[in-house]
């Protein structure tokens, strides 16, 4: 008898705390919401793509930044100043388009002129280092990576293959029917890559 008074009373501990959590997570069928606005985050409203990174932690890619929120507090991802590959002018300042996170979660990065990838410097801030360059490149709406491992950065007038083995980009050749148009949108499939294109003429579903 004492034992089941025991087993009962863990029971509606547990069921108190699950009621008590769950309360705290939605109240009357609603989750909170938080609303913030450009002045929180001291930057262009507009916010073309946004991932999470890791747990806690969300990147947001407006015309002009890399943002960063940590549910708290806001702050800018930059250009790493361990590289001098490129200068700050030609990376920064620049519209954020899409993130994608690889199998090895690796954040990459398709911003106007420019491909790259976030980690952490060694001072321990995330960091946006371009392996990329090219003031013709714009509009990299999708990401993708291949059953290798290799990166898919795909424009609406172009598709750029990057290669982290040999830290190498090359553009694919596309058959003129395909680069004859403009890439309006695209999904991953099993063994490639489905384009939707655009022509004076009308659409064409390609598969690549």
């Known amino acids: 008898m004492y034992r089941s008074f025991l087993i009962f009373l863990l029971f509606l501990i547990i069921l108190s705390s ?3 959590f769950a309360q705290e997570r939605h109240i009357n069928g609603y989750f909170p919401v938080n609303n913030y606005t450009s002045d929180d985050f001291n ?6 793509c946004g991932t999470q990174v890791e747990y806690g932690v969300f990147l947001f890619g407006n015309e002009r ?4 929120f940590n549910g708290k507090d806001w702050s800018f991802i930059h250009k790493n100043p361990e590289d001098s590959t490129y200068t700050k002018d030609q990376i920064e300042e620049k519209t954020v388009r899409s993130f ?3 199998s090895d979660s690796t954040c990459y990065v398709a911003r106007d002129h420019s ?8 001072s321990g801030e995330h960091v946006y280092s371009p392996f990329h360059y090219d003031e013709l490149l714009t509009k990299v ?11 898919y950065f795909v424009s609406t007038s172009v598709i750029l293959v990057y290669n982290p083995a040999n830290n190498t980009t090359k553009e694919v050749n596309l058959v003129k029917s395909i680069s004859d148009g403009e890439i309006q949108t695209s999904i ?8 939707c294109m ?3 003429k009308g659409s064409l579903i390609n598969l690549y």
């Open 198 to 200: 655009k022509y004076k």
């Open 43 to 48: 930057s262009p409203s507009q916010i073309w």
């Open 100 to 102: 994608y996170i690889s």
């Open 115 to 122: 491909l790259g990838k976030i980690h952490y410097n060694n």
């Open 18 to 20: 699950s009621v008590l």
């Open 141 to 151: 709406w999708s990401i993708y990576e291949d059953k290798k491992n290799l990166i």
């Open 188 to 195: 991953a499939v099993e063994d490639g890559i489905l384009l």
């Open 65 to 68: 930044k890399i943002l960063r």
